[in-house]
């Protein structure tokens, strides 16, 4: 299975040495950029909104654990072990949510590339007189 960067080298190859230069300029985005990227846009609020939760969540999740480990009886350690345990799954569940989003702003990325391509696909064919029907 060849790798992206086969794929990336064999599509700036049949692009041509101008839109060649085009496809390197797009490049692809660092993890920093991905999650800067994630506050921009329609979901905005929604993703400042579960950073938050995921913030609270977690400090919750360290009280829950230091109150279990100071309890006194089994049932105090028990009820402060659940607690804690959703707590964790919830910050895990908010990350999983904030990786799916970068994937998706990723992906969303990768579909305008193949639009661009169309476009410069669909100017070349009218440019040699082939979109005539």
């Known amino acids: 299975m060849k790798s992206a960067r086969d794929i990336d080298d064999f599509i700036r190859e049949a692009l041509g040495p101008g839109e060649g230069e ?78 799916l989003e970068m994937v998706r702003i990723s992906l969303m990325r990768e579909v305008k590339r193949v639009e661009l391509q169309l476009a410069h696909l669909a100017r070349r064919i009218e440019a040699e007189g082939g979109g005539e029907s």
Do not use: H, N, Q
């Open 22 to 99: 085009l496809w390197d300029e797009l490049g692809e985005p660092s993890l920093a950029e991905l999650v800067t990227e994630t506050f921009t846009g329609r979901r905005r609020v929604f993703t400042v909104f579960t950073w938050f939760l995921t913030l609270l969540f977690f400090v919750g999740g360290v009280y829950a654990s230091l109150r279990m480990l100071d309890a006194t009886d089994l049932r105090g350690t028990v009820v402060w072990f659940a607690t804690a345990a959703l707590c964790v799954v919830s910050v895990v569940a908010f990350k999983i949510w904030s990786w």
